[in-house]
């Protein structure tokens, strides 16, 4: 489905990035996965090793590494033409407990990332008249939650940043959409107190956490020339948790 | 016709999508010749690709003519 295509998929190595960067490679992209530690980047290396996909290490708050790893990928496998911009963190706290180290790491890390990892991908894709810019948003970006004012105010950010991207660039046919994952169950979601999480799944009508490959499936979909019509736009994959 | 001014006319002619019989040097990439705020971003590029350089954006702001293009050309290139 997705021969030809080269796909760089952010935060990789783990959860929600690990399960897209493989359904990817699955439906025949090239896939380059990056995390942020070389043991990460190893880690994608090997799990993308039977289909001729790698990992490389990237800090994705760093404008220099941003650009040399996109350098290294064109000169080994040619330009970027699939984005997902997964990489994330979360620095939970209550805002009245909330130090600036907190809302900058995660403002940064979340949404900073996506200004720069776009700008950098877009000039091959304009001229390639294609290409596909799919950024994880999350449900907490639209419904708000207790304690993640700085994540919810990055998710809600990148989903700004996607219609207005979609429009800059809808005439040289790329498109830009977000995915917001509701509860996933990933190393992130399973740090939460178990009474968090059966609160959070009795709002969840599908009476499940989402698995990686629900998301992973969504990605595939919006990457392929099936979606090549749908732009701006943020798919939502939650169970109904939360409906737009 | 001068060398540059024939490969920056061929640029704005392919780039813009116009005959290259109306890329005139008075030509105003907007007014003339209908490009976008994006096309414009895009001319840039293909200039600095055909003449193997980095145009500022501030000096990139003040091409708007095929001439202002020729001029920068020949200004800032060798």
């Given at each position: 489905?997705?021969?030809?295509?080269?796909?760089?998929?952010?935060?990789?190595?783990?959860?929600?990035?690990?399960?897209?960067?493989?359904?990817?490679?699955?439906?025949?992209?090239k896939v380059i996965g990056?995390?942020?530690?070389?043991?990460?980047?190893?880690?994608?290396?090997?799990?993308?090793?039977?289909?001729?996909?790698?990992?490389?290490?990237?800090?994705?708050?760093?404008?220099?590494?941003?650009?040399?790893?996109?350098?290294?990928?064109?000169?080994?496998?040619?330009?970027?033409?699939?984005?997902?911009?997964?990489?994330?963190?979360?620095?939970?706290?209550?805002?009245?407990?909330?130090?600036?180290?907190?809302?900058?790491?995660?403002?940064?890390?979340?949404?900073?990332?996506?200004?720069?990892?776009?700008?950098?991908?877009?000039?091959?894709?304009?001229?390639?008249?294609?290409?596909?810019?799919?950024?994880?948003?999350?449900?907490?970006?639209?419904?708000?939650?207790?304690?993640?004012?700085?994540?919810?105010?990055?998710?809600?950010?990148?989903?700004?940043?996607?219609?207005?991207?979609?429009?800059?660039?809808?005439?040289?046919?790329?498109?830009?959409?977000?995915?917001?994952?509701?509860?996933?169950?990933?190393?992130?979601?399973?740090?939460?107190?178990?009474?968090?999480?059966?609160?959070?799944?009795?709002?969840?009508?599908?009476?499940?956490?989402?698995?990686?490959?629900?998301?992973?499936?969504?990605?595939?979909?919006?990457?392929?020339?099936?979606?090549?019509?749908?732009?701006?736009?943020?798919?939502?994959?939650?169970?109904?948790?939360?409906?737009? | 016709?001068?060398?540059?001014?024939?490969?920056?006319?061929?640029?704005?002619?392919?780039?813009?999508?116009?005959n290259e019989a109306d890329?005139?040097?008075?030509?105003?990439?907007?007014?003339?010749?209908?490009?976008?705020?994006?096309?414009?971003?895009?001319?840039?590029?293909?200039?600095?690709?055909?003449?193997?350089?980095?145009?500022?954006?501030?000096?990139a702001e003040k091409i708007?003519?095929?001439?202002?293009?020729?001029?920068?050309?020949?200004?800032?290139?060798?």
């Open positions: 489905m997705l021969e030809g295509q080269i796909a760089l998929v952010t935060g990789a190595s783990r959860g929600i990035g690990a399960a897209i960067a493989s359904e990817l490679a699955k439906q025949g992209a990056t995390a942020t530690t070389d043991s990460g980047a190893e880690q994608i290396s090997q799990a993308l090793a039977g289909v001729g996909g790698l990992g490389l290490a990237l800090d994705v708050n760093d404008p220099a590494q941003v650009e040399s790893v996109l350098k290294a990928i064109a000169d080994q496998f040619g330009e970027v033409s699939v984005l997902v911009n997964n990489a994330g963190i979360t620095r939970d706290t209550l805002l009245m407990r909330m130090k600036d180290a907190d809302w900058d790491a995660v403002i940064s890390t979340n949404l900073t990332s996506v200004y720069r990892m776009s700008q950098a991908v877009l000039r091959p894709m304009m001229k390639a008249r294609s290409g596909r810019i799919i950024n994880i948003s999350s449900v907490v970006g639209h419904m708000g939650n207790a304690g993640q004012t700085n994540y919810a105010a990055a998710k809600a950010g990148m989903a700004g940043f996607t219609r207005s991207l979609a429009a800059e660039v809808g005439s040289r046919g790329i498109t830009v959409n977000c995915i917001a994952p509701g509860f996933i169950d990933t190393d992130m979601t399973r740090e939460l107190p178990e009474n968090v999480r059966e609160e959070l799944l009795k709002r969840v009508p599908m009476n499940r956490f989402g698995d990686v490959g629900d998301i992973a499936a969504a990605v595939v979909f919006l990457a392929s020339s099936s979606a090549s019509y749908i732009t701006g736009e943020t798919l939502h994959v939650n169970g109904g948790m939360y409906m737009a | 016709m001068s060398d540059i001014e024939q490969r920056v006319k061929k640029i704005v002619s392919e780039q813009l999508g116009a890329v005139k040097n008075e030509s105003s990439f907007v007014d003339d010749l209908g490009a976008d705020s994006l096309d414009t971003v895009e001319l840039v590029m293909a200039l600095e690709e055909e003449f193997d350089c980095e145009i500022p954006d501030e000096e708007t003519t095929v001439q202002q293009a020729i001029d920068y050309v020949n200004a800032n290139l060798k």
